[in-house]
Every structure is written in C-alpha cells, then in structure tokens.
C-alpha cells in the first residue's frame, strides 16, 4: 500500500504515485531528446555525413563564384535558385570524392574512434 496523501482543498487529488523509492522522473527537453539521439548514431556516420557537408558547401560556392556570383552577397531567394540548381552536382561529386578517401585519415574519424574506445 501506497503513502497516505492529503486531498486538496479544491478537490483535485495530489498524490501522482510517487514514493521516495519510485520517484516520477521528468520529461525530458527537446535538447536532451537531441542529444540522446545523436549519441545513437555511429560517430563514423557523423565524420562523414560533416565531410560531406564541408565538401559539398565548397562545391556550392566554388560553382557560385566561377559563375562571377559573390555568395555573400545572396539574397535568400536567389541563393535557394543556386541551391537547388547545382546541389545535385554538388552532393554527386562529394559522394564520388569521399568514396576514394580511407576515412580513418580524418582527424575527427580518429578522435570519434578514440572516444569510443573509452
């Protein structure tokens, strides 16, 4: 048998069934969910998907600037039009290159390893 819990004076009851010895845990933030979720993925999955990123972005400007475009100068709907015109490219070619790179040379990809090893 559970603790004996006064009722509120409005009538609505106080007890949530919570002992010393089961206490109701909170819900978690939004933040913790995230990071609870990234600690999930495999951190090998990490290193190359930030690559990727990197490589691609590189591509997006490099594609922008020899078209005599300053990407810092973008505004949000001219930048979306570049986008969408020559991500594919862009994601092709950093896919294409990664898949001849050993990943172990990354320094994150170590440091990830490193980690795990822990």
Known sequence: MGPITEEDTTGNETD?????????????????EAAEALAQVDPEQIVLAQAKASLTTAYLVAQAESSGIDPSTLHEAALEQLMQQYLPAAAASADAWLATLDPATFPAWREKKRMRIR
């Open 16 to 32: 949530t069934g919570a002992t010393p010895e089961n206490p109701v845990a909170p819900e978690p933030t939004q933040e913790e």
